[in-house]
């Protein structure tokens, strides 16, 4: 803890605000991103789809039921932690091939490497939250190829039409690269 680092003790006060912002987050389940509800309808019509999220079990599905969601999925799996095994296993139960396979996350280290390691196509979601900062992995380096894109429309376009877009190697800054067609 922060505190014991710096050998100091946590005042009542400051123990009553984290415990209330915790209680906030467990109780505030926030409304879906701008286009999630348009993309997960375009893709549950032509993909099979899975969501593997980290966390307590009964507290995602409460939040995928808040915002209506859960019907979209073929399958919800909420784990400790991702890793290349956990991707693989859910790849086997459906019975896809990783080079078949997309795999969407907002994070290097527990999506998109998990995902190269296992041979699947891989979607790097740039999101910044419009209410507060959340510091996803990016520092991690990739480990291979993927696509990047900062909309969940340049998802459904990716998974369109591949072909028309350039992978990265890195996190960079850049935005969604079109290959040229000449």
């Known amino acids: 803890m922060l505190l014991e680092r710096f050998n100091r003790e946590p005042s009542e006060k400051t123990l009553a605000r984290i415990k209330a912002l915790g209680h906030t987050i467990l109780e505030h389940l926030s409304e879906p991103i701008s286009g999630a509800r348009d993309l997960l309808r375009w893709a549950s019509r032509r993909f099979t789809l899975a969501l593997l999220t980290r966390g307590d079990d009964d507290f995602q599905k409460r939040k995928l039921k808040h915002v209506r969601f859960l019907h979209y999925f073929d399958l919800v799996r909420v784990v400790l932690r991702k890793d290349a095994h956990t991707f693989k296993q859910i790849m086997d139960e ?6 078949k396979t997309w795999i969407i996350g907002d994070s290097i280290k527990s999506d998109i490497n998990p995902a190269i390691e296992t041979g699947a196509n891989c979607l790097l979601y740039v999101y910044h939250h419009r209410k507060y900062s959340w510091l996803q992995e990016y520092g991690y380096p990739p480990i291979g190829p993927f696509y990047k894109v900062r909309s969940l429309t340049e998802i459904e376009a ?3 039409t591949p072909s028309s877009f350039q992978m990265v190697r890195d996190f960079g800054h850049s935005a969604l690269t079109i ?3 000449v």
């Open 94 to 99: 459906l019975e896809y091939s990783p080079e």
């Open 158 to 160: 990716v998974l369109r």
């Open 179 to 181: 290959k040229d067609t």
